[in-house]
C-alpha cells in the first residue's frame, strides 16, 4: 500500500499509516475489545471519552452471594442472549483472520467473550475474559453450553420469552422495573448446583494461565497492536504498558481516547471495521453505529496474575 497520504481523506489516510506500520512487523501481538465487535451489533460499554454508558455489570460477589441479584442477571440474559447468539464477523475479525494466515499475528488475546474471531479464522487466541457461549456450575465443575442454558431458561421461565428489550453488551439486555424474584435461574443439571457463564467477572481475577500465556506470546512478538479497546481496566492495560517497558512499537486502533494513548508510537482514532480491512487490501465494511472503543468492563482486578478467585 503507498506511503502515508496526508490529503487523503479518513479512514484511507488511517488505513495507509496502519498499512505503513505492519509492513515492518513480523510477529504482532494482537490486543482486542468491544470495538471489533460493535460492527457485528453487540453494544459497547463506554462512550468514546471513556466514560460508562451504563451501569457498570454485575459483580461476582453479588451473583454469588445475592439470589434476587442473580435472578436479575439471569433474566436479563435469557432477554438479551439471541443477539450475541445471532452475531456474526465482520471485516475487523476477518482482517485480523487474514493477518493471522499470512504468518503476521503472533498471538491474538481479545477481552471479548463472544468467540468471533475464531468463528473467523484466528486459530492463535486466547480468550483473556473468557467465553459467553459456555457455562459452568461453581459446585461441581460440570459445564453447560449456553444454548442449552437458554432452553432451559424457556423452560423455567415461559412468561419472559419474546419480552422486547435493548440489547445491552455480552449477551445483557435492558430490563427496567421488572419483577425478577419469580424468575428462576437455571441449576446443574449434574449436581442441582450453581451456574455462571464462563466469564471473568467484575470482581473476579483472570485465570492466572491465560496471563502466562500472553506474556510468553509478548515476549516472542516485536510489536503490538491494540484494536477498539479502551484499555480502562487493568487486565489488558498491563499487556500495553509491558510491551512500552520491553522498547516494542505499540500501535493503538480505537475509536476513542484510550488509557495508553501516551505510551503509543501509533494511535489511530478511526474505526476498525473501516481501517483494518482497508489496510490489508481486504473490503471494509460499513461504519460502526457506535464508538466501539471499550473493552469488557466484567473483568476488574488489581492483580490479575492472582489465582480467580472462585474456580469452576
Not at 467477572?201 to 502466562?212: I, Q
Not at 484494536?227 to 512499537?249: D, I, Q
Request: hydrophobic share 45%.
Amino acid at each position: 500500500m503507498p506511503g502515508l497520504n496526508l490529503d487523503a481523506p479518513p479512514p484511507v489516510r488511517e488505513a495507509a499509516a496502519l498499512a505503513d506500520w505492519l509492513d515492518a512487523r513480523r510477529r504482532v501481538l494482537v490486543l482486542t475489545g468491544a470495538g471489533c465487535s460493535t460492527g457485528s451489533g453487540i453494544p459497547d460499554y463506554r462512550d468514546a471519552s471513556g466514560a460508562w454508558k451504563r451501569s457498570q455489570p454485575i459483580t461476582w460477589q453479588a451473583f454469588t452471594g445475592d439470589p434476587l441479584a442473580r435472578a436479575r442477571y439471569w433474566a436479563r440474559s435469557h432477554v438479551g442472549w439471541p443477539v450475541v447468539a445471532a452475531a456474526r464477523p465482520n471485516p475487523a475479525h476477518h482482517a485480523l483472520a487474514a493477518l493471522e494466515a499470512r504468518g503476521r499475528v503472533e498471538c491474538l488475546v481479545t477481552q471479548n467473550v463472544d468467540g468471533l474471531h475464531q468463528r473467523a479464522g484466528s486459530d492463535r487466541v486466547v480468550d483473556l475474559h473468557g467465553r459467553i457461549d459456555m457455562t459452568v456450575c461453581l459446585d461441581c465443575g460440570h459445564r453447560v453450553p449456553r444454548a442449552e442454558v437458554q432452553a432451559m431458561l424457556d423452560r423455567l421461565n415461559p412468561g419472559w420469552m419474546g419480552l422486547d428489550a435493548g440489547a445491552a453488551p455480552d449477551g445483557d439486555a435492558d430490563l427496567e422495573g421488572l419483577d425478577f424474584s419469580t424468575f428462576q435461574p437455571p441449576c446443574c443439571p449434574a449436581c442441582d448446583g450453581l451456574l455462571k457463564p464462563d466469564v471473568v467477572f467484575f470482581g473476579e481475577n483472570v485465570p492466572r494461565a491465560r496471563v502466562a500465556e500472553t506474556q510468553a506470546a509478548l515476549a516472542r512478538a516485536d510489536a503490538m497492536l491494540v484494536v477498539g479497546s479502551s484499555l480502562m481496566v487493568y487486565s489488558g492495560f498491563r499487556f500495553a504498558r509491558a510491551a512500552h517497558e520491553a522498547g516494542l512499537p505499540l500501535a493503538i486502533l480505537t475509536a476513542g481516547v484510550t488509557r495508553a494513548d501516551a505510551l503509543a508510537t501509533l494511535k489511530l482514532a478511526a474505526d476498525a471495521v473501516q481501517v483494518l480491512p482497508a489496510a490489508l487490501g481486504l473490503p471494509a465494511g460499513p461504519a460502526s453505529a457506535s464508538t466501539g472503543q471499550d473493552d469488557r468492563a466484567d473483568a476488574g482486578p488489581k492483580d490479575v496474575s492472582a489465582a480467580p478467585a472462585r474456580a469452576g
